[in-house]
């Protein structure tokens, strides 16, 4: 199996309005050959929008998408090498499995007997050998899937476009089905987009994620970055739960590689990797709740902690969880493999300890 | 598979984008040409029955509707018109629901007879009755001469006998889904708290049927109104505005005063439409409960079986005999007078020139019919011009208005240029065609209903052009409504009598109008052998459109109501 060789998509200030709602305000981004690239966002976002416009069943009312350093804003579907996996998977219900996903082949008036050895090889990618005689309605959620997947996969796409495509299967099937569909992009090195509204499924499907929130890029980045360096409010709570902290950045001692912020509950000492960052900075502390370590309270100041009390807790078994209040302020504090290790109870008084690598975002001075 | 490696689709030269043009602009192509045929084949002959009733030769006048008001031959049609109406509407309501009560609510081995009995007559054409009726309780009538009784046929109860036989199963099928849309466990809790079986009729089914109830009502009263056949054979000398508007243009060539006629015809109709479309909609609890769900059968006090039953009873008995006497009649000499077996009627060769007529316009009509049905539906669903609704309202005007309404259209209409048609077999084939596409046009929504619009996306997104999806993708789908609108339109033609007897060319005789003559003359023997194999071809279309419906669920039968 070989595909043609994977392409660069390029898109170029796209902006789409219907009527006086605006839906993309200016979308830019490039996606590199092979790679999966993820549009995610909370629903009414814009993500299925862009996808349409890339795929040519919207135009854009304006900014160009340039694939393969050609301008394709203005080709009809059928004229553009991007293929697309739609959500209901728009099967053809009078045609067998084989006939649906060598629709394309035939329009391409591709010899038969080429046609019927390029679809076994299509579905024995899908894992659907012996199943080309098979009518639509008699296949499962999973195996339509499959075949939408095949019936794109067929022409040889430079782009792949995936429309929420597991939002119609159950839970166990999307896991399964989610891996499928990495493996066989990255066996075929096919750039593709995938759209969901998924956070976890675009954090574990994605070589980068496209962020869209209010019709405007919020980040593009990895998994990693998402994560552990997000750009601003919205991301940092888009993926796991967070806890903001306020503070004022008090001094910057660039020969330590530290920086000092004061909050309300005390000065605090992080790593200085943010270089942006400057002193007189208002910024807000973006703290995951499992990176924060929790200890008895002895009285004693020590770095990077405050006192407070446990207001409640939950043991589930592999992670202890508790909300500990800090004056008007609480804090969600998640202790993975806490077997074997100090619980905390109701009202306890405890010491909670913020770690070094704290991701800090500036806020904007008004 | 390197060799296969496909050729760019992406070509910049001049007759690609001109495909790509045309492929984009096709469907309002299609808009603009199927917009054209309404116009001309619907819109254009109504206008002019409306242009013809208010314009005489000195231009503009409203002397033709001082005519109808002034002389009492008029205005008492008119009358006479709603009387027979108001009054097939009561009798149906009651024997609708009596039938119906019991095929939903009934002891089980009596609903599918009782179903069976009141859904017969959709298997023949309305004027069927008339016929049976004449050879039952005619001058020589059987049951006459049987019992020695002098009963008249030519008159009211006559006319109204025929109608409530003819229109049963439309009043059956609207009762019986509302009562099915009637919770059962609703009556089940009502019986439970100690209501009698008459309580809860009376407080709970007919109080949640009433607003179905009334609708139903409404379209029986719309559609014996303009029922043409029946009162021509069995009014006597009762004056009907449906046949006098044939009479004015046969006997009078008085197309200023049939026009007029029809406008009053139409009236009533247009008014019950708003009530129905406006007033009516959305009310009604039954829609919302669903389907009832499968429960124990409730068994029935006796005292609620038994009237009802016994309203069912003569009415199933006369339904009977009708097909009976009228397969008897074709197989007899002089039916009544001389019951010796004979096979003439049968071979009458008229009557056999007058069912292939039938048989080639029908055909055409429901060829024509499915396509136009098709294509109407396709562009409606899926077309982003303006005026969408205004052309399914059209689309579907076509099975509301009266049909020799749109007969009196069609002849003012054709009958000089630019569209000279009189006297020919288009005529014919063009007014069955879009009289009844309602039924093509809405079989063919509810497949694309069925069908996401991400299916022709996809097509596309595979190569298609807008050609090829349509032709490939669309057509093969929508292949079940095609065949059913086709059916149906075929029977309906087949049946029609109304608006084509305006269309006929002398010498030129449709099975439908064969029939109608014969009867009027009292051949009741070929009238009988015509009808005979009339309902043999209707009843085959039936069986088809069953099957369709048994495999694609696709049933225009009940689309129909």
């Known amino acids: 199996m070989e595909t043609s060789k994977p392409a660069m998509l390029e898109l170029q200030g796209i902006h789409k309005s219907f009527g006086s709602v605006d839906v993309l305000k200016g979308i830019s ?16 976002c814009g993500k299925t929008t862009l996808l349409r416009i890339v795929g040519g069943f919207t135009s854009a009312t304006s900014g160009r998408v340039i694939l393969d350093g050609e301008d394709i804003s203005n080709l009809p579907p059928n004229m553009r090498n991007t293929k697309m996996v739609f959500q209901s998977y728009a099967l053809f219900p009078h045609m067998t499995v084989a006939k649906n996903v060598g629709f394309g082949l035939k329009l391409q008036k591709w010899p038969q007997k080429k046609i019927e050895t390029r679809v076994e090889e299509l579905l024995a990618l899908v894992h659907l050998e012996g199943l080309g005689h098979r009518s639509i309605d008699r296949l499962s959620g999973g195996q339509q899937q499959r075949v939408a997947l095949a019936r794109a996969l067929a022409l040889e796409p430079k782009v792949l476009l995936l429309d929420e495509p597991l939002s119609n299967l159950d839970a166990n099937l999307r896991v399964v089905m989610r891996e499928e569909i990495r493996n066989i992009q ?39 970055d998402i994560y552990e360096r997000p750009a601003n409010e919205f ?32 000065r605090v000492e992080l790593d200085h990797h943010q270089k942006d960052i ?57 202790h993975y493999n806490p077997m074997g290790s100090r619980k905390y109870g109701k009202s306890e008084k405890v010491k909670v300890t913020i770690p070094r690598n704290v991701h800090v975002l500036k806020r904007k001075t008004d | 598979m390197a060799e296969l490696v496909m050729g760019s689709i992406v070509r910049k030269n001049w007759w690609y984008r001109l495909r790509a043009f045309i492929n984009a602009n096709l469907i309002n192509l299609f808009a603009g040409g199927l917009f054209a045929l309404l116009a001309v084949f619907l819109l254009y002959p109504i206008a002019s029955v409306l242009v013809f009733s208010l314009w005489g030769d000195q231009g503009f006048t409203l002397d033709f509707y001082a005519e109808f008001f002034k002389y009492e031959f008029y205005y008492w049609s008119f009358l006479n018109t709603l009387i027979l109406g108001l009054a097939t509407m009561i009798i149906l309501l009651v024997v609708g629901f009596c039938f119906a009560y019991l095929t939903t609510r009934g002891p089980l081995w009596i609903r599918k007879p009782l179903k069976m009995i009141a859904l017969l007559p959709l298997a023949a054409p309305p004027y ?37 036989l003819a229109f049963l199963p439309l009043s059956y ?15 089940e809790s009502a019986s439970d708290m100690g209501a009698s079986e008459f309580r809860i009729m009376r407080s709970i089914t007919i109080p949640l049927a009433a607003p179905g109830l009334l609708k139903a009502a409404l379209l029986v009263f719309v559609m014996t109104i303009a029922e043409f056949g029946n009162p021509a054979i069995l009014g006597g000398r009762t004056p009907f505005l449906a046949p006098d508007t044939y009479l004015m243009i046969t006997g009078e060539a008085d197309f200023n005063m049939a026009s007029v006629l029809s406008v009053v015809l139409i009236a009533p109709c247009i008014l019950i439409f708003i009530l129905h479309n406006f007033v009516l909609a959305g009310k009604g609890y039954t829609t919302i409960v669903g389907k009832p769900t499968a429960t124990e059968l409730r068994p029935i006090d006796p005292a609620i079986k038994l009237p009802f039953l016994i309203v069912c009873i003569p009415v199933t008995i006369l339904v009977l005999l009708s097909f009976g006497v009228i397969v008897f009649g074709s197989f007899v000499k002089i039916v009544g007078v001389d019951n010796t077996f004979v096979i003439d009627h049968m071979l009458n060769t008229q009557s056999n020139l007058a069912i292939w007529n039938s048989f080639k316009v029908s055909l055409g009509a429901g060829l024509f019919g499915a396509v136009v049905g098709t294509l109407l539906a396709y562009v409606i669903m899926r077309g982003k011009f303006p005026g969408r609704h205004l052309m399914e309202m059209l689309a579907l005007s076509g099975f509301a208005l009266p049909g020799t309404v749109i007969g009196v259209g069609y002849i003012i209409a054709f009958n000089r ?42 097509s596309a997104d595979l190569g298609a052009d807008f050609l090829t999806v349509f032709f490939k993708v669309i057509l093969p789908i929508m292949f079940s409504a095609f065949v059913a609108g086709f059916i149906y339109t075929f029977m309906t033609t087949m049946m029609s009598l109304s608006s084509v007897i305006f269309l006929v060319a002398p010498g030129f005789d449709l099975a439908s109008v064969y029939i109608f003559l014969t009867a009027q003359l009292g051949e009741l023997g070929v009238a009988s052998a015509t009808t005979v194999k009339v309902i043999a071809i209707v009843a085959v279309s039936m069986a088809l459109l069953k099957v369709i419906a048994k495999k694609t669920g696709l049933d225009v039968q009940k689309q129909g109501v």
């Open chain 1, 186 to 224: 990255e066996r075929l090195q096919v750039t593709t987009i995938f759209v969901t509204h998924d956070q976890y499924e675009a954090m574990s499907i994605s070589d980068r994620l496209l962020v869209l929130h209010q019709g405007v890029i919020q980040q593009i980045g990895s998994p990693v």
């Open chain 2, 417 to 458: 240029p630019p569209f000279l048609l009189t006297g020919t077999i288009w005529i014919i084939i063009l007014n069955c065609v879009f009289r009844f596409l309602a039924v093509g046009v809405e079989a063919g929504i509810s497949k694309l209903h069925q069908i996401s619009v991400e299916i022709e996306e996809a």
């Open chain 1, 235 to 266: 991301i940092a709570g888009f993926v796991g739960y967070v806890n903001f902290l306020e503070g004022q950045v008090d001094s910057v001692q660039n020969g330590c590689d530290s920086v000092w912020i004061s909050t309300e509950f005390g």
């Open chain 2, 128 to 164: 069927i009755f008339s016929i049976s009726l004449i050879t039952l309780f005619g001058k020589n009538g059987m049951i006459n001469n049987l019992l020695h009784l002098n009963f008249n046929i030519y008159s009211w109860t006559g006319v109204i006998a025929a109608q409530v």
């Open chain 1, 278 to 334: 400057a002193k007189g900075d208002n910024v807000l502390m973006v703290i995951r709740p499992e990176t924060v370590t929790l200890s008895p309270w002895n009285g004693d100041e020590s770095q990077n902690s405050f006192h407070g009390t446990v207001q409640s807790q939950m043991y589930a078994g592999n992670l202890a969880k508790y909300t500990v209040k800090f004056g008007q302020k609480e804090m969600v504090i998640d």
């Open chain 1, 29 to 44: 981004a490039q996606i590199a050959k092979g790679e999966l690239l993820t549009f995610v966002g909370p629903s009414g």
């Open chain 2, 173 to 187: 099928m609207m009762i019986e889904n509302v009562l099915n849309a009637v919770n059962p466990s609703l009556e």
